[in-house]
């Protein structure tokens, strides 16, 4: 497609359901990104896939995140055991190259997740 | 204390004014530096992006960095009401995958 899709939208989970989010990437865009942006701040870094290799999870805030990319294309973000402070939006981005170069980041529109 | 600093604003200015939106950072080793704008509901959009020091003008837009003092600016003239949306600094280091945002400005251009 044109962008970057995320799926669902909108999530609402009772607290301690498990929850999984869906990025479909650019076409031919080789690194993938996950930031969580809580009400009122900026998005925060949660990982990072170059193909199908995760690079860099230094993000994800605990063992209850686990992201994946089984064949370089479609990311899941998955949160295990959801608590209220795992609300937040969750975007997804993608890029051809450095996220500085002079493409940056193409971002989704996000997944709205409320933790009930 | 975080490493990149933004005023969260909001800030409210009628149309046709000069804006100015600014960040401030503490990590040295910051080597691109981006705005970001962000509509409601939506993903962020690369604004303008600059490496290293120096002045970078786009149409209505432009963008300074001072590194020897840490601080990056947007600057918007003419401003209309279809630029009211958040505006975000983002920055990585060479060699860095990940971008570290500023909190965000929410900026209204009032009609």
């Given at each position: ?9 909108y ?5 301690g ?7 479909d990437?650019?076409?031919g ?88 | ?5 933004q ?19 503490s ?15 939506k ?17 209505r ?23 009211s ?27």
């Amino acid at each position: 497609g044109a962008g970057v899709s995320q799926s669902p939208r909108y999530k609402v989970a009772k607290r301690g359901q498990d929850v999984a989010l869906r990025c479909d990437p650019i076409s031919g865009h080789v690194s993938l990104f996950w930031y969580q942006q809580a009400l009122g701040q900026g998005p925060e870094f949660l990982t990072y896939f170059q193909n199908e290799a995760q690079l860099d999870k230094s993000g994800l805030p605990s063992d209850r995140f686990f992201a994946e990319r089984p064949e370089g294309s479609v990311s899941t973000l998955k949160i295990q055991r959801t608590q209220q402070e795992d609300s937040a939006v969750y975007l997804c981005a993608s890029s051809l190259e450095h996220p500085g170069g002079p493409y940056g980041y193409t971002f989704g529109s996000g997944t709205r997740l409320t933790v009930v | 204390q975080k490493e990149v600093e933004q005023d969260p604003g909001p800030l409210s200015v009628p149309e046709g004014a000069i804006v100015s939106l600014n960040c401030t950072y503490s990590n040295s080793a910051f080597q691109y530096f981006m705005w970001y704008r962000q509509y409601s509901r939506k993903g962020p959009e690369l604004l303008m992006y600059t490496y290293s020091s120096g002045n970078k003008e786009d149409g209505r837009f432009t963008a300074q960095v001072d590194k020897s003092s840490k601080y990056i600016s947007l600057f918007i003239r003419d401003s209309q009401p279809s630029d009211s949306a958040t505006y975000l600094c983002a920055m990585s280091a060479t060699g860095a995958q990940k971008l570290v945002f500023g909190q965000g400005t929410r900026l209204t251009i009032n009609p």
